[in-house]
């Protein structure tokens, strides 16, 4: 008879070779009374990390499942919905992508524990230590004045309606949910889109503990975050699926991160001498916003004449 499974930690990795070991070390030394099983995408990664995954499922065969790439889908699909979610058994999703990793064995059993006991609750996110690999001192991860916790360890839903989430990835651990939008499986920034889902199924709930560490590195994503139309383009895109999905009744909270992204977009394309594009972009945001709000908007306004200034003579 195979054995109930409580909870899915779910784990993307791509080159991180140099960090895999020490975040599955934290998967297998989670202690709990109930039975939980590790997932790990490798998406065809060209160093080692492959290799040190298959060590850990040769030597855990009870506990891991893994998928191995030929070929990088990161711009492709989004691997967690399409791959992860689908192999999932747990009742609860709890997520580390393999450059992080986790330094509370009871982690697992804090938010298992939370959770069953208030059924409410769709998300529980914990506090996470910043390690930064060029010595930058290290911090917790959610210390920004605009995060207003409740005394009951709620988190209001406006808390996630931003880029900078309240929590990190690493610590998450929600309900598992049945069925994802069918636009979900087109995005690559599926955290802050799994936060928000959550939110709208059910409470945001916070424990106070740091149970993982969030690793700053050069090759991490967030490294070069927002510095190209792909990226710009891609929270474009999301922020205005969330509205959406929301039926707009966030709407006055997405239409200024809307319009900043907006201006991040039109500003990457620029920078890449891709007129064309910017000029398009800008005119397609006259659907979203009124014409009046450019036009007292000087960022906005710059970016229409450099674009123009490039029109072909």
């Known amino acids: 008879m195979e054995k109930e499974i409580t909870v899915s ?39 080692n990390t492959a290799g040190i995954v298959k060590e850990y499922e040769l030597k ?26 689908k192999m999932a058994k747990g009742k609860y999703i709890a997520l580390c992508e393999g450059d992080d990793y986790w330094i509370d064995p009871y982690k697992l059993q804090k938010q298992v524990d939370f959770l069953e006991q208030h059924p409410e609750i769709f998300i529980c996110g914990t506090n996470t230590k910043v ?12 210390i ?26 690493s610590s998450v651990m929600f309900r598992k949910i049945a069925t994802f939008p069918s636009w979900f499986s087109s995005i690559n920034n599926g955290d802050i889109a799994i936060f928000f889902l ?25 490294t070069t975050y927002l510095k190209g139309s792909v990226d710009t383009r891609s929270y474009l895109t999301l922020y205005h699926l969330l509205d959406k999905e929301s039926e ?8 200024p991160l809307i319009f900043d992204f907006m201006v991040n977009h039109i500003s990457a394309l620029l920078r890449e001498k891709k007129f064309r594009l910017a000029r398009i972009t800008w005119l397609n ?3 979203y916003f009124p014409f009046r709000v450019f036009l007292r908007s000087r960022v906005m306004s710059a970016l229409l004449i450099r674009s123009l200034v490039h029109l072909p003579a």
């Open 9 to 47: 930690i779910c784990c993307v990795t791509y080159n991180h070779g140099n960090y895999i070991r020490e975040c599955l070390e934290g998967f297998v030394k989670q202690q709990t009374n109930f039975n939980f099983e590790i997932l790990v995408h490798d998406d065809a990664s060209t160093d």
């Open 60 to 85: 855990y065969p009870h506990l891991f499942k893994c998928v191995y790439q030929t070929e990088n889908q990161f711009y492709k699909q989004n691997t967690l919905v399409n791959i992860l979610f």
């Open 131 to 142: 390690v930064y690999e060029d010595g930058t001192p290290s911090h917790l991860f959610n």
């Open 144 to 169: 920004s004045p605009r995060v207003e916790i409740t005394e009951e360890r709620l988190l209001p839903i406006e808390q996630l309606i931003s880029p900078l989430v309240p929590f990190h990835t």
């Open 198 to 222: 959550c939110a709208l199924r059910g409470k945001v709930g916070v424990l106070p503990d740091v149970t993982s560490v969030y690793r700053r590195h050069a090759t991490g994503i967030t």
């Open 248 to 255: 707009r009744a966030y709407h006055h909270l997405f239409r």
């Open 285 to 287: 945001a006259l659907a």
